[in-house]
């Protein structure tokens, strides 16, 4: 007769494990629920009420209810005065305490980088601070002439291709009175400053040869934000004998890397009714 020894070992309670396991899953689909409620609100254009994030959620009203109640206390989502739902205070404290353009900066460096390795120029990112255009970004050339550092260089918006994209986009306005003219062939006045913006939306990119400086030419692509606003400028920059002959191709580089640099500004796709679903039911399969 073989002696019986009681066995320590993986297998356990059946009932234990399976109790394990709903609760995991319940937890983790509670997390999913309320970080959709969180996105929703805060991809929102405007205050949502409890009724639009409930119809959003497809959750039933009790759900909604709790969830909610839940993410304001932790400060994620908070109520405006007519008890409709906005970002919380969170989300501003974390604003307050980090630079604006750190996070702009932060993911568009890699498409900087890109950019630089591919074509060996200078690349530049450059945002609106009120009514002017500052570069906060830029990769140097892998050439011995390139162009200087630009970083936190102001330069007039119509003389420069970063500047005449949020001219053209509409990001920012042309300043009042007579525009500078720091070489002969600057754009001399606001109606010639139109025409070369509607020219600038047709190819999608702008371009600036020799009006900034002699010998310098500036390409230039809006980057788009979460809103579909532009948000920024992506460009290169390098010695006009060299680039001339590689405008289009430029071009097409840049509107490439800005399309990638906006989807990252966009974010994650926002979750529909239907993947929403799809995620609970198969939750549920876990569940059982």
Not at 71 to 82: C, H, I, K, Q, Y
Not at 104 to 118: F, I, K, Q, S, Y
Not at 189 to 197: M, P
């Amino acid at each position: 007769m073989w002696n019986t020894v009681p066995h320590h070992g993986t297998s356990g309670n059946p009932s234990s494990e399976g109790a394990a396991v709903s609760e995991a899953a319940t937890g983790t689909r509670a997390l999913d629920r309320a970080a959709d409620l969180v996105a929703t609100v805060v991809h929102a254009d405007e205050p949502l009420s409890f009724a639009d994030l409930q119809d959003a959620s497809g959750l039933a009203k009790s759900t909604t209810s709790r969830l909610l109640t839940a993410l304001e206390r932790s400060g994620l989502v908070e109520r405006d005065p007519a008890g409709s739902y906005v970002a919380g205070r969170l989300f501003w404290l974390y604003a307050a305490r980090h630079d604006p353009w750190e996070e702009l900066v932060r993911l568009a460096r890699p498409v900087m980088e890109r950019l630089g390795a591919d074509t060996g120029e200078t690349v530049h990112l450059s945002v609106t601070r009120g009514d002017r255009v500052v570069q906060v970004a830029q990769v140097d050339s892998t050439y011995l002439l390139g162009t200087r550092d630009w970083t936190d260089i102001e330069v007039p918006a119509h003389c420069s291709a970063l500047g005449k994209v949020l001219l053209a986009w509409g990001a920012l306005d042309l300043p009042e009175g007579e525009l500078e003219r720091p070489t002969p062939t600057t754009l001399p006045d606001r109606e010639a400053v139109r025409r070369d913006g509607e020219r600038s939306r047709e190819r999608g990119w702008a371009l600036t040869e020799d009006e900034l400086e002699i010998g310098l030419t500036g390409i230039a692509v809006p980057v788009f934000g979460i809103r579909g606003d532009v948000v920024a400028s992506l460009g290169i920059s390098g010695p006009t004998p060299r680039l001339a002959q590689r405008l289009d191709e430029l071009g097409r580089r840049l509107l490439d890397q800005s399309a990638a640099l906006s989807s990252l500004l966009r974010g994650p796709a926002r979750p529909t009714p239907a993947s929403r679903t799809a995620r609970t039911e198969e939750n549920e399969e876990v569940v059982a």
